[in-house]
């Protein structure tokens, strides 16, 4: 009896150690964030295990560019990635041009398609190809006294003149429409400039995205998952914001999560682009899952603590993310910037995400998204073609 005693002892001793030697390694690493709940005994901890390259977390403000900054947030660690200074873009820029093409299909579609500052990640890409890029300290996009986007006013102002011209008061539209509308776009935004000096050389736009920036737009792909659309194949991405009719590739709902966790651990990140109004995405806790009830069957209690800890999530099929599509409970909200991945307390897997709204939030600009969430509530991702596995890239033809 002596004798287990003493065996008992001795491995709790050898427990207590280790415990205490795990939280000491916990609290040493830079990459372990916790969120307090209400109850103090029931709280996130993220533990990283894979953290890839990006710039600081920026703020959108007052405007709806989230695409703009979630995708050239993703170019600047895709430069990183290549062994590239890092440059941090002008995400206006981006806004810029793709607010004067937005406003010829606009006219051209006699004004049934979508406006607002709305877009998809695919718009950046298609705008550096065909306008360029330009750093963040050269183009703020600030031209009127503001130090944050404030964009409201500059939208209103934009429509009301593109209903003008749509509603057609001369019979035929005149040359002039462009040039007035460029002018309102130039006084908020600034005008874009035929060259400009950067780090004591003269650049064009079009010539500091191939010299500096140095991506190749034809090598990212953008893809999606929906039973109504043929495998592997590109169709229309079919939300609102998609001014330009982009086509995506139509995956396997699980696929989706395979590229991204592949691409992770090939070092690429992701942009993603997805709806946010569902009460269990929280930005000011920095986690989003999928809880097992809907928020609304929920009693109060659950509401309350619907982020003290780690909580069971509902098994997502690909006919529950096509009807949330379908029936408008799944809307494209959000353009985020998915950078690495973290494990709960208890194992299980979350991706972390920069966003574009500051650092304001439990996480300091980063929200813990489940791969439940994702199956969810993606509407597409974008990343290159290479973070995509050999497999489904010979499947896709690309």
Wanted: net charge neutral.
């Amino acid at each position: 009896m002596r004798k287990l005693i003493i065996l008992v002892f001795a491995l709790s001793s050898l427990l207590a150690r280790a415990q205490d030697d795990l939280i000491r390694k916990l609290e040493s690493n830079k990459s372990y964030a916790t969120y307090k709940g209400d109850d103090n005994n029931k709280k996130y901890h993220f533990y990283s295990v894979i953290d890839l390259e990006r710039t600081c977390v920026k703020n959108q403000a007052s405007s709806g560019t989230c695409w703009s900054y979630s995708t050239n947030s993703f170019l600047e660690s895709e430069m990183m990635r290549m062994g590239k200074e890092p440059i941090e873009l002008a995400e206006i820029f981006s806004a810029h041009c793709v607010y004067m093409d937005k406003a010829e299909t606009y006219v051209r579609m006699h004004g049934a398609i979508s406006w607002g500052d709305g877009g998809e990640c695919h718009d950046v890409i298609n705008m550096y190809a065909k306008y360029g890029a330009m750093p963040q300290d050269v183009y703020t996009g600030l031209n009127y006294g503001t130090t944050k986007n404030k964009f409201a006013e500059m939208q209103a102002m934009l429509k009301g003149m593109l209903e003008a011209v749509v509603s057609n008061p001369n019979g035929k539209l005149t040359p002039s429409w462009r040039k007035a509308y460029n002018d309102v776009l130039d006084n908020y935004l600034g005008a874009i400039p035929d060259k400009f000096k950067w780090d004591n050389k003269v650049y064009t736009p079009k010539s500091f995205a191939e010299q500096r920036v140095g991506i190749h737009p034809e090598d990212y792909i953008e893809i999606s998952s929906w039973l109504t659309e043929p495998l592997y194949k590109r169709s229309v991405l079919m939300v609102p914001d998609n001014w330009a009719f982009g086509r995506v590739y139509n995956v396997k709902m699980q696929d989706l999560t395979d590229i991204i966790d592949n691409a992770l651990n090939k070092g690429f990140t992701v942009a993603w682009a997805a709806d946010v109004s569902e009460k269990y995405f929280s930005w000011k806790n920095g986690v989003a899952y999928v809880p097992e009830k809907d928020f609304e069957d929920m009693d109060d209690s659950e509401k309350k603590y619907m982020f003290d800890g780690p909580k069971d999530e509902r098994v997502i099929t690909p006919e529950k993310r096509q009807i949330a599509y379908d029936n408008y409970e799944t809307t494209d909200d959000h353009g985020m910037h998915i950078v690495g991945m973290s494990e709960d307390q208890n194992g299980r897997k979350y991706y972390k995400v920069k966003n574009s709204w500051g650092d304001k939030n439990d996480f300091k600009g980063y929200i813990y998204v489940s791969k439940a969430y994702v199956k969810y509530k993606t509407t597409a991702i974008l990343l290159h073609k290479n973070g995509i596995p050999n497999e489904l890239r010979n499947k896709m033809n690309i």
